[in-house]
């Protein structure tokens, strides 16, 4: 079945270093992909996202490249801050059929001053 | 402006009882979603609605129940309560595949 793998967190880092959160999924045909985040005590909120191979989606210093060759789609943010805190989900959706979200497991990332 | 709204924020009941938690959404959105997220599970989805008196089994949908009788709203009703359905309740609406999801702020519900 469809899926997405995220690297395990918990990740920490200081602030201003540079961020790589991988996520790879596994799908037939040409799902759109997603990055959601999620800040302490509230619901998830969509960051980017990206509906094609190469696409590129950006949001608030954060980006993701769909790679169709390596099924893949890591974020980045070249410099974080402490307020970059909280639980990123890489998720999916299929282009055809039911039109149901499928989420990584998260990762808890904590930035320290 | 439009939004999405759960209630209520935080809810603890007894086993054995019922419990409707609600979930309405001012989008207009066709698609409305239940999941629900737990430590090392990350979110699993319940019920799924593509529209009025339309509703779908998730992955983990026993012990769950919905009802679609209008576009805005789809209440998910726990029949019988579980401490095995402690967790926290996210309700979602789409307008399509593509645009992705908008979630609610979720409800933290404790079975004791």
């Known amino acids: 079945g469809d899926s997405v793998t995220q690297m395990e967190g918990p990740v920490t880092l200081s602030e201003e270093a540079f961020l790589t959160i991988n996520c790879t999924y596994t799908?037939?045909?040409?799902?759109?992909l997603f990055w959601y985040v999620q800040y302490p005590g509230e619901g998830l909120q969509l960051l980017l996202k990206?509906?094609?191979?190469?696409d590129k989606g950006s949001n608030k210093g954060f980006e993701a490249t769909y790679r169709k060759e390596t099924t893949s789609f890591h974020l980045e943010k070249g410099s974080v801050q402490v307020s970059d805190s909280a639980v990123y989900f890489c998720?999916?959706?299929?282009?055809?059929?039911?039109?149901?979200?499928?989420f990584g497991q998260g990762t808890r990332l904590t930035i320290n001053p | 402006d439009a939004e999405i709204t759960q209630s209520p924020r935080h809810k603890i009941t007894e086993t054995g009882r019922q419990v409707t938690l609600a979930c309405h959404q001012t989008?207009?959105?066709?698609?409305m979603f239940w999941y629900r997220q737990d430590l090392g599970h990350g979110l699993r989805l319940i019920h799924y609605?593509?529209?009025?008196?339309?509703?779908n089994k998730g992955e983990v949908s026993d012990g769950y129940s919905v009802s679609r009788s209008n576009t805005e709203d789809l209440p998910l009703t726990l029949e019988s309560a579980a401490s095995s359905q402690t967790s926290v309740y996210f309700c979602?609406?789409?307008?399509?595949?593509?645009?992705?999801?908008?979630f609610g702020s979720g409800t933290r519900l404790t079975v004791v």
């Open positions: 979602a609406s789409s307008e399509s595949r593509v645009r992705g999801y908008t």
């Open positions: 609605s593509y529209g009025v008196h339309d509703t």
């Open positions: 989008w207009n959105h066709n698609n």
């Open positions: 799908a037939t045909g040409y799902p759109s």
């Open positions: 998720a999916l959706i299929k282009s055809q059929g039911a039109q149901k979200l499928v």
């Open positions: 990206a509906t094609k191979a190469d």
